[in-house]
């Protein structure tokens, strides 16, 4: 009885470390998916500046937008801008990569570790099923030796002699039932 306790105790210990790993590796790939998600909005953004760039370094004298004249003091301003603004957005993205690669190494990981307690899980169910297994074959043991008990009570009482063969074919059952205990 006490082993079987045992058994359940730490069956319900693996599905606690289970359930928790889970939910860890759930909200780790939520965080991946985040940041995911940030680095293509950084890299649209990246994009879409250096279109401006592009634009920018096409023009003449005039704004296509506003048709104001531009200076090339201006254009040059205007072009230093999206160089700090590039750079801003490479270290973030760089920033990003780095807690991307990060996250990613925690989900191998946490999967691994998710693996490591469905295989515990499964051998902790195998050894509840050997233990259910031996509890019955135990039962049937105690039950063949009441039997063999009242048998030679029975045989004892009735004042008729045993036959060697019929006991050593209990003694053998009984054996048997042993060994299968066992």
Do not use: Y
């Not at 048709?67 to 603004?85: D, M, R």
């Not at 063969?165 to 054996?175: C, F, G, I, N």
């Amino acid at each position: 009885n006490k082993s079987t306790e045992e058994i359940q105790f730490i069956h319900e210990q693996i599905l606690g470390q289970l359930s928790l790993n889970e939910k860890k590796l759930i909200e780790k790939e939520k965080q991946l998916q985040e940041v995911s998600s940030k680095l293509f909005a950084l890299n649209e953004k990246m994009k879409s500046s250096k279109e401006e760039e592009n634009n920018l370094s096409l023009l003449h004298a005039f704004c296509p937008s506003c048709k104001q004249g531009i200076s090339l003091e201006h254009k040059q301003s205007l072009l230093q801008q999206l160089n700090f603004s590039h750079l801003a957005i490479q270290q973030e993205e760089i920033s990003l990569q780095k807690i991307h690669e990060s996250i990613s190494m925690e989900c191998v990981q946490l999967k691994s570790e998710l693996k490591e307690w469905q295989s515990k899980l499964q051998s902790i169910v195998v050894l509840q099923s050997k233990v259910q297994e031996l509890a019955r074959v135990e039962n049937e043991l105690k039950i063949a030796k009441l039997e063999l008990e009242s048998a030679q009570q029975h045989r004892a009482g009735l004042g008729n002699p045993i036959f060697q063969e019929d006991l050593d074919a209990v003694s053998k059952e009984s054996h048997q039932l042993d060994l299968a205990l066992q």
